[in-house]
């Protein structure tokens, strides 16, 4: 948009930046500048107008981030010349993601390099590292309290081994994705320390307070994310004599947003790591970004436009760089972290789909799909050019987020509801097979989360201890039904490593005195490469769910109507077991795809006939794309066997693809 003051704002910036930046030829970044300027300025305008040094500030953004696209290699740019002209590259259902650690998952950068041939051969071309900037030893929040935001600590390896490394992903067509800790440092980072010798300028990079005024107004509304470990949202720091804002952990300092050289850091952080070579950004805990007395402090209008102008900003120096929202907030709010009011992603193009993996544990637990189709069935509509990321089982702990008017309209009570999910997983209810310990019991409120391994929470670590055959089988249905699901649901799909060869719960974290009192650390394992081996024992549990999940990657691959087009339509049908949804093609009718699972320990039936008189399927006979199978029974009563699912297309038209 053109628009005077921010059109003759701009004029001025560039007479005032940097000479060594004006003398170059900087074509594509001044034509990609003036497209974006109206909206980041009126976006730092709104954020830090009423500022005296506005102007400086504005021009400082500027030149970090021309110099930041002076940096870019000229392969990123192509690749960001290429992303342009296909904006959607990433909704394509050719992704499909892994995030693991480096350490637990191959020692080191060097050691994931040379796993890649691993994560090929299980369909694997997104790996999500997680956070391996420099931090303190000892307690770090699994890397994310970091003291160095522009080095990899040299326990992971360094600078040079991720360019290796990203360097050999673009050469396979992998795509790298890197957590950026926007919303706190470790109180080990020089901007920290500097606070704490009491330098004003790095005081007010943080929320320091000289006495308990402020922060017990803040009290009064903010709720705990760690209860157990980390009481309160204060800490108080002796050096400088000032209570610091911790939201997390005591020693994660939460950064002040309302300064702008903090804003500018941030982005000037976030395209270094552009430049280092990552296509995807994974910016962390960004509901937390700002703080307002009397309220949580979470989804505050303000963290959508900082969200906003971190967009903006990248799309001119990288703009081939998408982000992913990390916010488990309620369904309805983390929609909005796409950007509201728009057709295309304003904010983050892609976000954690906390909802479908809440959503999918219940069904787990009750074997019904009651809230599951529910919750579903209100999950808001995205924008177009935004996709999910669907996953079952994450580094972190699993939180029961549904909205409490789905729990009510599924016939439960929340409370009772939500306390039988934490017994069941937790091995406290009947004769629950799951094996997961509970995390952030809060006392005050009663809350509490979930920590365990996939396998264990499903219940194979227990039929792995009785050695019982028909609990095994069913564990192995049971994880291969939820990957069926994230595969298809419509979005990338991210794996949690381990999980492809049915990793049980770890509990050598006890021993680490840094870790002991983080269940979380009970499903961060350690990969035994011995084990990963059995995946090619025919039989063994690690290749029965390596292969099926090596399978269905491989299929959902070929699936166009799996690609995210908002191209999913929910079917609620009269069977409490079954979760039915189509994904429909955007221009063939015939290459929709209709997906059938039953959460049930018995089989189930769907009325094929009853769908096609309501219009919602127009094929007669159907054919599972896994199998490739298509019986008798596909044409007017589907059964579904226990725990299982089927990817159901029209039989002519699928022979084809
Ligand atoms: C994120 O987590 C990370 O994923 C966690 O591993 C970190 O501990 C945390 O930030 C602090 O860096 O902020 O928006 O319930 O789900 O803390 C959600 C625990 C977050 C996590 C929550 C989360």
Redesign the pocket.
């Known amino acids: 948009m053109y628009e005077q003051v921010s059109h003759s704002l701009l004029n001025q910036i560039l007479d005032e930046i940097k000479p060594e930046i004006r003398k170059r030829n900087l074509l594509r970044f001044y034509t990609r500048l003036g497209a974006n300027f109206y909206a980041i300025h009126s976006l730092f305008i709104h954020l830090y107008g009423d500022r005296e040094d506005f102007l400086q500030q504005m021009v400082k953004l500027v030149e970090v981030l021309a110099m930041r696209y002076i940096e870019r290699s000229e392969e990123l740019e192509a690749l960001d010349i290429e992303r342009e002209l296909n904006h959607n590259w990433f909704l394509d259902q050719k992704w499909v993601a892994m995030a693991f650690y480096a350490e637990g998952f191959a020692g080191d950068l060097k050691g994931v390099r040379n796993k890649c041939g691993y994560l090929s051969e299980l369909g694997i071309n997104m790996l999500h590292i997680?956070p391996m900037m420099k931090c303190p030893p000892g307690a770090s929040?699994?890397?994310?309290?970091i003291s160095d935001f522009r080095d990899i600590d040299e326990r992971y390896g360094s600078i040079d081994d991720l360019h290796d490394l990203a360097e050999n992903l673009r050469k396979r067509d992998m795509l790298l994705t890197l957590d950026v800790?926007v919303?706190?440092t470790s109180d080990q980072h020089d901007w920290a320390m500097r606070a704490k010798q009491g330098e004003k300028k790095f005081q007010d990079f943080y929320y320091c307070f000289p006495d308990r005024d402020v922060p017990d107004m803040f009290e009064e509304t903010l709720p705990e994310?760690?209860p157990e470990t980390s009481p309160g949202n204060f800490v108080w720091n002796e050096e400088s004599q000032r209570w610091v804002m911790s939201v997390?952990?005591d020693y994660?300092w939460d950064l002040n947003y309302s300064n702008p050289t903090v804003f500018i850091e941030m982005i000037d952080i976030i395209l270094f790591w552009a430049n280092r070579g990552a296509d995807v950004i994974r910016l962390?805990?960004?509901?937390?970004l700002w703080k307002k007395i009397g309220t949580t402090s979470?989804n505050e209008r303000e963290a959508h436009l900082i969200l906003q102008l971190m967009k903006d900003c990248c799309q001119v120096t990288a703009p081939g760089v998408v982000f992913i929202a990390?916010?488990?907030?309620t369904p309805t709010e983390i929609i909005k972290y796409f950007g509201e009011d728009a057709v295309i992603a304003k904010e983050c193009e892609i976000a954690?789909n906390?909802t479908l993996m809440a959503l999918l544990w219940d069904s787990v637990a009750t074997k019904n799909t009651k809230l599951l189709t529910q919750g579903i069935k209100n999950l808001p509509t995205k924008l177009n050019r935004a996709t999910w990321l669907n996953y079952i089982r994450?580094?972190?702990?699993i939180?029961l987020g549904f909205d409490d008017r789905d729990i009510v309209a599924s016939g439960y009570q929340p409370a009772t509801h939500r306390k039988f999910l934490l017994d069941y997983f937790t091995g406290n209810y009947d004769n629950s097979i799951a094996r997961g310990v509970p995390?952030?019991h809060n006392l005050k409120t009663g809350d509490a989360?979930i920590s365990g391994s996939l396998a264990s929470l499903v219940g194979l670590e227990s039929a792995l201890k009785i050695g019982d055959q028909k609990m095994i089988n069913d564990a192995i249905k049971m994880i291969t039904l939820l990957h069926g699901m994230i595969l298809s649901f419509g979005g990338i799909p991210l794996l949690y490593y381990g999980d492809e060869i049915g990793t049980l719960n770890d509990d050598s974290y006890l021993l680490d005195e840094s870790k002991a009192s983080d269940t979380?650390w009970i499903h961060r394992p350690r990969i035994d490469w011995e084990r990963a081996e059995l995946r090619y024992h025919n039989g063994s549990v690690e290749n029965r769910i390596f292969t099926a999940l090596q399978k269905l990657i491989a299929v959902r691959k070929t699936i166009h109507a799996f690609a995210d087009f908002n191209n999913r339509e929910l079917v609620e049908v009269d069977n409490d077991h079954l979760f039915v949804f189509i994904r429909n093609h955007p221009e063939h009718q015939r290459e929709e795809v209709l997906v059938v699972a039953n959460f049930d320990a018995n089989p189930q039936h769907l009325n094929l006939l009853a769908l096609r008189k309501r219009g919602q399927l127009s094929f007669m006979q159907l054919r599972d794309l896994v199998t490739g199978d298509s019986p008798a029974i596909f044409k007017d009563d589907l059964v579904v066997p226990p725990y299982s699912f089927y990817w159901l297309s029209d039989l002519h038209t699928s022979a084809a693809f």
């Open positions: 997680m929040d699994g890397g994310y309290a800790v919303n706190h994310v760690f997390f952990n994660q962390d805990a960004v509901a937390f979470q990390e916010a488990i907030v954690y906390a994450c580094h972190d702990d939180g995390f952030g989360r979380r």
